[in-house]
């Protein structure tokens, strides 16, 4: 099924930088395959298939709204009197880290049956099946007069929670156009601040209309509209092309690849090399693969490195101040003098639209700057912006006036950590994974994303009350140590296929031939006609 151009077509390219000269560009390019292919049949970005392709991906970005509702959820009930009235808290202290860490214990006992669901079933399947179970949690949890009832449905939304977004993140990664995975890709963390602005206003709005408990039933109410829509669409789409071949549907692979990506011609360079790479990976490592045998990711130095990065991901996307902005900002709010519930609650539900429009130019630039750079300078971003707070935080008792400081900072910082490392969250960890490990691996990832959060929420509420601001102080030196491994162990996966960041994890040095580039010419016709890889050089 390949077309003649596969023999022209060899691993890998970015368009990272070019210069042209007459009829010949100069470019330095991460892969020289994806680069000839991309060049030899430019996308079309309005194509009917692309705009197609837009849709199935929008409905699968839903699923990472589940994940932000809740954390501005929990964040805003906790400060309506009706929902302390109701369960008998105080906002803080230790009964509320528990009510918001079961959501986390949730995901964590999921754990076993995400690659279970997602690499036996499918994709869309696990996506599906998590959704329901969303949907039964709101259910136990929306009626609820008990703590324990509470903590029950929260439990149960973590669980079907995690099931969804172990898959939801492959899916769309899997399916996304090469040329713009990380744009495309990116997408799909970014809707988490869809779901935080959703919750955030809704709060804002039931508290001020509402005085008895539907102030704080309602929004767990809405909680359950993505999902839904999810689960009403989602089987309609098609699978994800890579599961498909690794399951022995090789025909039905190509012609999603051919649709989605080479406009309907299945002899297009982009969907030849793709289909050539996940052919011959899946040939070459084709051998049983039991849902509950984990021991891939960790035997051999590759898999183990590949498994570091995942690891990572996990722990830095929660500890960097972000949860703390996320589930006690009202605290943080009134700890620097604003006591007003309703105002507490317009700044909470103000703060994430900012966050959002940050992330979502990051996604755009991830292409072109890259994974490390964006990473790297999202997080000196947040660094400063932390020290920023604390200093506010700490003297407003003296200068009232320096609350304003505070929201300012507080807003800076979601702006900075949305730019540089939101759209990253979950991209990152599923481009480290193999196809064969991708579920498994995302499995993982949520695992300790959730160990992660569960630390961090509980201790969070637990130092709130203790040390108040002077929390903060653990957050900046935590960021500075993120920086420095980010610096010297992550890699750079752009400008890559995924099959192709096979050789950078083999690598002796992953991180330092992750940023290797190549030279090569490219005529007016797409062409490549000079390739000059004695002098590569390193991007970062």
């Not at 400060?79 to 509320?96: D, K, N, V």
């Not at 590759?302 to 006690?328: C, D, E, H, K, P």
Request: glycine fraction near 8%; charge should be neutral.
């Amino acid at each position: 099924m390949a077309s003649n151009t596969e023999t022209n077509l060899k691993p890998e390219v970015s368009l990272v930088s070019e210069k042209t000269q007459g009829d010949v560009r100069q470019v330095n390019a991460a892969s020289v395959a994806l680069a000839a292919a991309v060049a030899e049949q430019k996308p079309k970005l309005l194509s009917r298939n692309m705009i197609k392709l837009y849709m199935i991906m929008s409905i699968g970005y839903l699923v990472s709204t589940l994940n932000g509702f809740d954390s501005s959820l929990m964040g805003s009930v906790n400060a309506m009197i009706p929902y302390q009235e109701t369960f008998g808290l105080s906002g803080a202290g230790s009964t509320t880290g528990i009510i918001f860490i079961i959501y986390n214990l949730g995901q964590i006992a999921s754990f076993p049956f995400c690659g279970l669901i997602a690499d036996g079933w499918g994709r869309r399947w696990c996506i599906f099946i998590g959704c329901i179970i969303v949907l039964a949690g709101t259910a136990i949890q929306t009626p609820a007069n008990s703590t324990g009832q509470f903590i029950a449905g929260r439990f149960v939304l973590g669980f079907g929670s995690s099931i969804a977004s172990a898959a939801a993140p492959a899916y769309t990664v899997e399916l996304a156009h090469p040329a713009y995975r990380g744009t495309m890709a990116g997408m799909y963390n970014n809707f988490w601040w869809v779901g935080n602005i959703l919750a955030g206003w809704t709060t804002y709005g039931t508290n001020l209309n509402l005085k008895d408990s539907w102030a704080w039933r309602v929004p767990t109410v809405v909680q359950a509209g993505m999902p839904a829509v999810v689960m009403c669409l989602i089987m309609f789409f098609p699978e994800s092309p890579r599961w498909l071949i690794h399951h022995d549907r090789a025909e039905e692979a190509l012609a999603i690849f051919a649709r989605y990506h080479g406009d309907g011609d299945p002899n297009s360079p982009l969907v030849q090399l793709q289909y050539r790479e996940i052919v011959e990976e899946y040939e070459q490592f084709h051998d049983p693969n039991p849902w509950w045998d984990f021991r891939e990711l960790v035997k051999t130095r590759a898999a183990r490195y590949r498994l570091a990065m995942v690891i990572g991901m996990s722990f830095f996307g929660q500890w960097s101040g972000n949860n703390v902005t996320s589930y006690f900002m009202p605290s943080m709010i009134a700890s620097a003098g604003i006591h007003n519930t309703n105002t507490q609650l317009l700044i909470n539900a103000i703060n994430p639209i900012f966050s959002m429009m940050a992330a979502i130019y990051g996604a755009t630039l991830l292409d072109k700057l890259g994974r490390r750079v964006m990473m790297l300078a999202g997080l000196t971003g947040s660094l400063l912006c932390y020290c920023m707070l604390t200093a506010f935080t700490a003297e407003t008792g003296n200068n009232p006036n320096l609350a304003y400081g505070t929201i300012v900072s507080i807003y800076l910082f979601g702006i900075c950590f949305a730019w540089g490392f939101t759209p990253l969250q979950t991209l990152y960890a599923v481009e480290c994974l193999e196809n064969r490990t991708r579920a498994k691996g995302s499995g993982v990832n949520y695992l300790f994303l959730n160990i992660a959060m569960v630390v961090n929420t509980y201790g969070i509420s637990v130092g709130m009350e203790a040390i108040g601001w002077k929390l903060y102080l653990v957050y900046i030196g935590w960021i500075v140590v993120e920086i420095v491994v980010i610096y010297f162990f992550f890699v750079e996966t752009a400008g890559k296929t995924l099959e192709e960041l096979g050789e950078i994890f083999e690598a002796k040095n992953p991180r330092k031939a992750s940023t290797m580039k190549v030279r090569m010419d490219i005529d007016s016709s797409g062409r490549v006609v000079g390739i000059d890889d004695t002098e590569k050089k390193s991007s970062a």
